[in-house]
């Protein structure tokens, strides 16, 4: 089998419909939900593309990284610095200088982070995240530990972000156009050398690739990735806190990618929203006896994702894939 079809790169025909069905749903859900489960849903559209983010440092390039969250959080704390007091800020000029901030962070960093590997880039890769979040923590110039506010979402001119419902429908072109044009990267020369890194850095290298380069230029593309998402988040929840720079942030990225799948970018698509769907179920658990299930999701979605791991390894667009195979080689 090829590697490309080993790790899910090439959607099955069916996974296409599948995702085409979930598009069609997601742009009428506004009409057919209320408000409070169509903000539910852009939340998870924001960290869908938070997620497709860290896929290109994960899935496609082989980088685990631990840190992620860092340019997450900057994005956001960028906006609520660019807005004044007393009224709303422009989106065009905004938005593009908080996923420049966010991507030159991630330059800066990866410049000094792409140069370990394997255990090493992991753990330095949470050590400047927890410095980022620290300087923000301890720094009450900077907002301190209480956060900061965005008293206004951006001025979009042409149209309102304060109404809910267009504020859904921009955080889905942003979904889907991210996902658009990572497609297109992770199919583009640059994303098939990616990949190669992923299966053989040394490989790669004997053949005069620049590894360096290629792996800091998806860094830092990442971290731009993350910004954006980090940016609608800021805008959606009016609030920024270190906590979203924080090590479990991160985490909660990482197992998103794992749940959906990675290296194809729908599987980080799908692990997102899987993972904050089963996230709401588990704190909703009830009480049986004296013992508060709810109260414990974190066991129960950790219970979960070892069971994802062992059992379905390419995550969850992985076994409908494989479930898929098998019906199809019992009708033959």
Do not use: C
Not at 41 to 49: G, K, S
Not at 169 to 185: C, D, G, P, S, W
Not at 302 to 312: M, N, P, R, S, T
Request: aromatic share 16%; proline share 3%.
């Amino acid at each position: 089998m090829r590697a490309s079809h080993s790790h899910l790169e090439v959607l099955p025909r069916g996974l296409q419909v599948a995702l085409a069905l979930g598009l069609v749903a997601l742009i009428a859900f506004p009409f057919v939900g209320s408000d409070f489960y169509a903000q539910m849903v852009a939340r998870m559209m924001i960290l869908a593309i938070f997620a497709m983010s860290l896929d290109l440092l994960q899935g496609v390039t082989g980088l685990v990284s631990l840190g992620h969250a860092a340019y997450f959080g900057l994005a956001g704390y960028a906006l609520a610095y660019f807005t004044p007091a007393g009224e709303a800020v422009s989106l065009w000029w905004t938005l593009p200088a908080a996923v420049a901030a966010s991507g030159l962070a991630a330059l800066i960093i990866g410049f000094f982070v792409v140069r370990t590997s394997g255990i090493y880039f992991i753990m330095v890769t949470m050590a400047f995240a927890q410095m980022v979040f620290y300087l923000f923590f301890d720094n009450k110039a900077l907002g301190g530990s209480d956060g900061v506010y965005v008293n206004f979402k951006p001025d979009a001119g042409i149209f309102d972000l304060e109404n809910k419902r267009v504020f859904y429908y921009f955080t889905l072109a942003m979904l889907v156009a991210v996902y658009a044009f990572l497609r297109r990267v992770l199919w583009s020369p640059f994303g098939r050398v990616l990949a190669g890194i992923r299966v053989n850095e040394h490989r790669m290298r004997a053949m005069g690739y620049g590894t360096f380069r290629y792996k800091l230029a998806a860094f830092t593309l990442a971290g731009a990735l993350a910004g954006l998402a980090g940016y609608l988040w800021g805008v959606q929840s009016g609030y920024v806190n270190p906590e979203l720079m924080g090590f479990h942030m991160s985490a909660h990225a990482i197992m998103m990618v794992i749940l959906g799948g990675m290296g194809n970018f729908a599987g980080a698509i799908v692990g997102a929203f899987a993972f904050e769907t089963l996230l709401s179920w588990f704190k909703d658990l009830p009480t049986v006896g004296n013992f508060q299930l709810g109260k414990h999701w974190q066991l129960w979605m950790g219970l979960f994702i070892v069971a994802v791991v062992l059992f379905a390894p390419r995550g969850l667009l992985g076994l409908v894939e494989r479930v898929a195979r098998r019906k199809e080689r019992e009708h033959e």
